[in-house]
Nanobody, 114 residues
Framework: QVQLVESGGGLVQAGESLRLSCAAS????????MGWYRQTPGKQRELVAI??????NYADFVKGRFTISRDNAKKTVYLQMNSLKPDDTAVYYC?????????WGKGTLVTVSS
């Protein structure tokens, strides 16, 4: 069974950086899609960045500031977040899409103060 565990969230000031990690356990295929989403109260979960099959895509609001990467040997995907803004405050969720199934972590809270 696939499990995802996020870490690295916290409280930072605007302009600072954070690095989120998502460790996967279970049977993971290298070419599947793994990504990061975020959600704030009252809003739908939105895509932040995704990587898989040699491609990487970012939401427009993080382009140039966030970088997604993965270490297949460690079954881990990372999200390097630079130049953080108060609008980036959200719960960040790790996602794995594999064989038609979406797997989610429990999320990690990122709070950016102005």
């Amino acid at each position: 069974q696939v499990q995802l565990v996020e870490s690295g969230g916290g409280l930072v000031q605007a302009g600072e950086s954070l690095r989120l990690s998502c460790a996967a356990s279970g049977s993971i295929f290298i070419l599947n899609d793994m990504g990061w989403y975020r959600q704030t109260p009252g809003k739908q979960r939105e895509l932040v960045a995704i990587t898989g099959g040699g491609r990487t895509n970012y939401a427009d609001f993080v382009k140039g500031r966030f970088t997604i990467s993965r270490d297949n040997a460690k079954k881990t995907v990372y999200l390097q977040m630079n130049s953080l803004k108060p609008d980036d405050t959200a719960v960040y969720y790790c996602n794995l899409y594999q064989r038609g199934v979406d797997y989610w972590g429990k999320g990690t809270l990122v709070t950016v103060s102005s």
